[in-house]
């Protein structure tokens, strides 16, 4: 970022974030809330990488996946919750220019990660049930680091080029951005410089990053689905669905809740529910996803079962 971009003639040298507003009897029970679901999302996604790597249950591409997706949820909540509660603490809601475009960065390269690495385990799913006797030769320890690092090294690649972008407009003020988080959009609708050219590079990598891995994932469990309603029994079509049933409840929350965000207009009137749903993505689905898979996988469960035994022993022991 260029020194004379950003300086304090040209553009703010901090923005101040407006939040979910402001109503004096709500913060505490704000804090507390995003308290709670910050320290169970860390604790639920800790908990499913430490199963994944020390199960050797687990020890296969499917879970190899599931051990990523958690470090994304991860690193996604720790680009928005520290800071956020960091301001209802101290009562600041400002933020540097450059702590904003790292906050734009890092949480819309975890973002294009996830897209790209559901779009790995949908298709992980689909070699193991529509062909699964090909499975264990197309879906190997090599293929599946591969596609993992094609999944983290393409959201910070494509962010980086967004981010450089933006880096180079030019903010004469306002500088109060209507959002919890530093986010393109809002940030688009300051910026008193020609914002086209970031427009149309936007336009293009979100249709590369995140329409084009949304629809290999709906190709992905058309074939799938249409392979279950093929198998005769009904005890095998539970059990074939029962091993993308965890994925595809996540596709769904994460992708539903991700288009009604940049669908719906922002209005005046509708940004306090653009900002609900946005909450939704960005805090509530790392929430939830260990949850649906500890709670829908059996052999998640499983795991988490042995590995309590094994603490309560020890502790007993002890």
């Known amino acids: 970022m260029e020194k004379g971009e950003w300086d304090n003639c040209t553009s703010p040298m901090e923005f101040l974030l407006l939040g979910m507003g402001n109503v004096p009897s709500l913060q505490t029970p704000l804090f507390l809330l995003l308290l709670m679901i910050y320290l169970v999302t860390m604790v639920g996604n800790s908990l499913i990488i430490v199963l994944v790597v020390t199960d050797q249950h687990l020890h296969t591409p499917m879970y190899f996946f599931l051990g990523n997706l958690s470090s994304l949820e991860t690193c996604y909540s720790s680009t928005i919750l520290p800071w956020l509660l960091a301001s209802f603490l101290t009562g600041d809601r400002t933020i540097s220019a450059h702590g904003c475009l790292a906050q734009v960065h890092f949480f819309g390269s975890f973002a294009v990660s996830e897209c790209y690495l559901l779009a790995m385990m949908s298709y992980d799913r689909y070699l193991a049930i529509c062909q699964p006797l090909l499975y264990a030769s197309l879906m190997t320890w090599k293929v599946s680091l ?20 933006l880096s180079n407009l030019r903010f004469c003020g306002p500088k109060a951005v209507d959002h919890f988080f530093c986010d393109l959009t809002p940030l688009l609708e300051l910026a008193c410089s020609d914002t086209r050219v970031i427009t149309v590079v936007s336009f293009i990598l979100c249709f590369i990053d995140i329409i084009f891995p949304f629809l290999f994932t709906l190709a992905s469990y058309v074939c799938i689905i249409a392979a279950i309603l093929r198998i005769p029994s009904s005890v095998g079509r539970q059990k074939a669905f029962s091993t993308c049933s965890s994925h595809l409840t996540v596709i769904t929350v994460f992708y539903g809740t991700l288009i009604i965000v940049y669908l719906i207009p922002r209005t005046a009137p509708l940004r306090q529910l653009n900002k609900v749903f946005s909450f939704f993505y960005t805090i509530l ?7 649906i898979y500890s709670l829908r996988n059996r052999e998640v469960r499983e795991a988490l079962r042995k590995a309590l035994r094994k603490t309560l022993a020890c502790t007993q022991s002890s």
């Open 146 to 165: 591969q596609l993992a690092a094609v999944s983290w090294l393409g959201g910070f690649l494509s962010c980086t080029v967004v981010t450089s972008f």
């Open 285 to 291: 689905t790392p929430l939830v996803n260990p949850l």
